[in-house]
Structure formats: structure tokens, C-alpha cells
């Protein structure tokens, strides 16, 4: 079972920053691939980032490029998502994502395990 712990959501003023952290407690990530997704009230989810295990290949979603920063520290086994100059419609509640696969296909692709989630409420 692979339980994610996501963390640093917060309330923030439109233009400001944060920084979300996942891990899987016990489950050594390095190996995998691992997307970030959102879901906003009354819409399904939006992939906003994935991040490769070993090719170096990172995606970002059209409406998150240039603002946001996916990486990931192997040593720590954490993954994070650095969100920059935030938008009321970046407001959702952002999860982890991950199966068996290594490299980023598509930041829409619909992994098997998931997190609960940490909510993000920008603010105008």
C-alpha cells in the first residue's frame, strides 16, 4: 500500500508562494515517477506536474509553466512542488501521484496510488 503524506497548503494572497512536500513513509520513492495533480470544487482532476525517476524529464501543465517547480530529493525521499505568483484559479486541493512508472509520459496520466491531499486557497 502506498500512502502518501502530503504537506504545506496553506491560505495565501493571490501573487504569493508556497511550497508542497510529499513522501511515502517507509516506501523508498526514487525508483518512480511521481505526479502532482489538483482537483477544484465540482471539477475533476488537473495534472499539474509530473517529475521522471532517472531520465531527467519534467512536465509541466499549460496553465502552471513558468510559475511552478516540481523536483525531488531522493535522499530525503520528498517530493516537492514550488508554486510561485499563485492565482485564485490555481485554488484546489493538490495530491501526489505514483505507480510502477518511471518516466513522465503525460502530466495527465492516471496513476494508481494517490494521496489525500493538501488544500491550496489563493486568495484575490
Known amino acids: 500500500q502506498v500512502q502518501f503524506v502530503e504537506s504545506g497548503g496553506g491560505l495565501v494572497q493571490s501573487g504569493g508562494s508556497l511550497t508542497l512536500s510529499c513522501t511515502v513513509p517507509?516506501?523508498?520513492?526514487?525508483?518512480?515517477?511521481i505526479g502532482w495533480f489538483r482537483q477544484a470544487p465540482g471539477k475533476g482532476p488537473e495534472g499539474v506536474s509530473c517529475i521522471s525517476s532517472f531520465n531527467g524529464v519534467i512536465l509541466y501543465s499549460e496553465s502552471v509553466k513558468g510559475r511552478f517547480t516540481i523536483s525531488r530529493d531522493n535522499a530525503q525521499n520528498m517530493i516537492y512542488l514550488r508554486m510561485n505568483s499563485l492565482k485564485p484559479e490555481d485554488t484546489g486541493l493538490y495530491y501526489c501521484?505514483?505507480?510502477?512508472?518511471?518516466?513522465?509520459?503525460?502530466?495527465?496520466?492516471?496513476?494508481?496510488?494517490r494521496g489525500q491531499g493538501t488544500q491550496v486557497t489563493v486568495s484575490s
Open positions: 517507509g516506501f523508498t520513492l526514487d525508483y518512480y515517477s
Open positions: 501521484a505514483t505507480d510502477e512508472l518511471s518516466n513522465c509520459r503525460s502530466v495527465n496520466y492516471r496513476y494508481e496510488y
